[in-house]
């Protein structure tokens, strides 16, 4: 099992900047991706960025060159920095761990994922 510790949300104003954390704790083994998810209210909940075990970073489009994403295996948490924060922005930000082992032929995967922080961006 794993869990997930999210932090670091809050209420700023448009164009300010928030920095979320997540940490992980159980098994997470090696191979295992970080990353985050929001969901906005009346909304489906959307990918927001990733990083791989091998260190690759996924950043959706829609907050490309605001946000990056960074992880620190020794204390297994991710980071999620967000700036130039705009009003769609405002969601319930979500960690998302998937973990996997076994052989190449054949790769088993868990995800994990956290209880939420709310981030909300006002005008």
């Known amino acids: 099992q794993v869990q997930l510790v999210e932090s670091g949300g809050g209420l700023v104003q448009a164009g300010e900047s928030l920095r979320l954390s997540c940490t992980a704790s159980?098994?997470?083994?090696?191979?295992?991706?970080m990353g985050w998810y929001r969901q906005a209210p009346g909304k489906q909940r959307e990918f927001v960025a990733l990083?791989?075990?091998?260190?690759?970073?996924s950043i959706a489009d829609s907050v490309k060159g605001r946000f990056t994403i960074s992880r620190d295996d020794a204390k297994k948490i991710v980071f999620l920095q967000m700036n130039s924060l705009q009003l769609d922005d405002t969601a319930v930000y979500y960690c998302?761990?998937?973990?996997?082992?076994?052989?190449?032929?054949?790769?088993?995967?868990?995800?994990?994922w956290g209880q939420g922080t709310q981030v909300t961006v006002s005008s």
């Open positions: 998302n761990v998937v973990v996997r082992w076994g052989p190449v032929e054949r790769t088993y995967s868990q995800e994990y």
């Open positions: 159980g098994r997470t083994g090696r191979d295992y991706s």
């Open positions: 990083v791989s075990s091998s260190y690759t970073a």
